[in-house]
């Protein structure tokens, strides 16, 4: 009977070092760096590389990594449970080695890059001493590939590319870009685009602006729109088969919304934690906020979310650890990823409700912490098209009534029954 939900007492010990550092080292740096990305400022490297070091030498450094790229192959489970407590700050994923969208392109590059781009890139961008940038949203659309228009035309030994793209995340700081251009337009509509490499500073990348999210000053920002004007990178840039750039983009996208998952399980219980001083601290009406029903509810319906968020991720973790392979989970992983918005999202407007007007300033987190959740519901695809997937993978297992009732209709499932107790019934008088 294996159906356990302990931690083997030498993992934990790590997590409760891991709470510790997080909380007391990682979320005091989280509200005096302007971004935990860029190299480049020297108050984050004063900051960040020391603590990075602490992380290597307690072995919890680029957990989500096999040993084959020098990682502990430590399984989902493992790693959403330290996830948990990463999601806490802001700065912690990029301190523990395994911040996005690094975390999935070094997979990118480890599975398809040449060895000569993988000396190039991986080794550093494994150590954080570059950053990397994936670049595939287009300005006219990004839930659907089949408007994507950025093309790879073949001139040589090299590809021209040219076209916009939209929300690549760090592009004016990343040392190469993964771009996914349009190689074979004729092609069916999933095999028409090919991965490859830019090298940082290759003539024709043109970064128009930095697009800040709705709480950041205009002006500030890390989200690229790109300008792609005849760059050149040679045939050894592209990654995967010509044409193959969806199956590439899965390789960072099955793990990568589990992991978003797992921190997003961190950050909503912190939120919990600041519903609940609230509630214990502030008075109406002669008596505290956490006495009204109303407010009593908010407290009850969050935890239970929460929990049955976390509940879900776990299972969807233990599952990927037993399948190994992530079409076997992809409803799971769709049910984690929509339900992931709407519990930051909820619990986020519970809590800057119950902040009341100190709630919706900059002088408390709700308001990022809001967007934050149509962030989740959009990066790695829209919620909608999530829950689509998850009710087609759903209806898949169901077959159509026998005829025009259903197959529970009472008076059917009675028929059967009698007829199956037929013999032993005969002769019994009934009431
Ligand atoms: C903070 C942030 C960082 C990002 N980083 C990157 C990055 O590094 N690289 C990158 O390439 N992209 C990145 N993205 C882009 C992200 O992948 C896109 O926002 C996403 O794919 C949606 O595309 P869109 O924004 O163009 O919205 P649209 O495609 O215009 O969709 C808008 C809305 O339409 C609705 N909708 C769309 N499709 C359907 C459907 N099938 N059924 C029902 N409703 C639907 C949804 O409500 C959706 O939100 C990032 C986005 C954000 C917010």
């Not at 500073?201 to 790109?226: A, I, S």
């Not at 407290?299 to 509940?311: C, G, M, P, Q, Y």
């Not at 079409?327 to 929509?338: E, M, P």
Request: hydrophobic content about 40%.
């Amino acid at each position: 009977m294996a159906w356990d939900f302990s931690t083997d007492p030498e993992y934990a010990e790590q997590l409760a070092w891991a709470e510790a550092f997080v909380r007391e080292e990682c979320e005091p740096i989280d509200l005096v760096i302007r971004e935990s990305h860029d190299l480049g400022d020297p108050v984050r490297q004063a900051l960040i590389p020391p603590l990075q070091k602490v992380v290597k030498e307690r072995g919890l450094w680029a957990t989500h990594l096999g040993p084959h790229l020098g990682g502990p192959g430590y399984g989902q489970v493992k790693l959403a449970l330290l996830n948990e407590i990463l999601g806490r700050s802001e700065c912690a994923p990029i301190v523990f080695g395994s911040q996005a969208p690094d975390s999935g392109n070094s997979e990118i590059l480890a599975r398809y890059g040449t060895p000569d781009l993988k000396k190039r890139y991986l080794e550093p961008l494994l150590d954080n001493r570059i950053v990397s940038c994936f670049s595939m949203t287009e300005p006219q659309g990004g839930a659907d590939p089949k408007v994507f228009t950025t093309q790879a035309v073949r001139d040589g030994d090299e590809w021209v590319i040219n076209g916009e793209k939209w929300f690549s995340s760090f592009a004016s700081m990343a040392a190469f870009i993964i771009v996914m251009a349009v190689t074979d337009p004729d092609a069916p509509p999933y095999e028409r685009h090919t991965m490859f490499v830019i090298p940082g500073g290759t003539p024709g990348v043109n970064v128009l602006r930095d697009v800040g999210l709705g709480y950041q000053p205009l002006g500030g920002g890390r989200e690229g729109y790109v300008r792609y004007e005849n760059v050149r990178v040679p045939d050894d840039h592209m990654l995967g088969p010509r044409g193959g750039a969806f199956a590439v983009a899965q390789t960072r996208l099955g793990g990568g919304r589990i992991h978003h998952a797992m921190r997003t399980v961190g950050l909503v219980r912190r939120i919990f934690d600041m519903i609940c001083e609230r509630a214990v601290s502030r008075y109406t009406q002669g008596e505290l906020l956490g006495n009204k029903q109303m407010v009593q509810e908010m407290v009850a319906d969050s935890w239970t979310e929460i929990e049955a968020f976390r509940l879900l991720t776990m299972h969807t973790a233990w599952k990927i650890d037993q399948f190994d392979d992530y079409q076997k989970v992809r409803a799971d992983i769709s049910a984690v990823k929509a339900m992931m918005q709407k519990v930051l999202h909820d619990v986020s407007a519970r809590a800057l409700q119950l902040h009341g007007s100190l709630g919706t300033t900059h002088e408390m987190p709700f308001v990022a912490h809001l967007v934050e959740s149509f962030v989740l519901g959009l990066a790695d695809g829209p919620t909608e098209v999530h829950k689509v997937t998850l009710a087609r993978q759903l209806l898949k297992n169901y077959k159509p009534a026998p005829d025009l009732f259903p197959s529970e209709h009472l008076l059917r499932l009675r028929a059967a029954a009698e007829a199956k107790f037929a013999d032993r019934l005969a002769g019994i008088p009934r009431v």
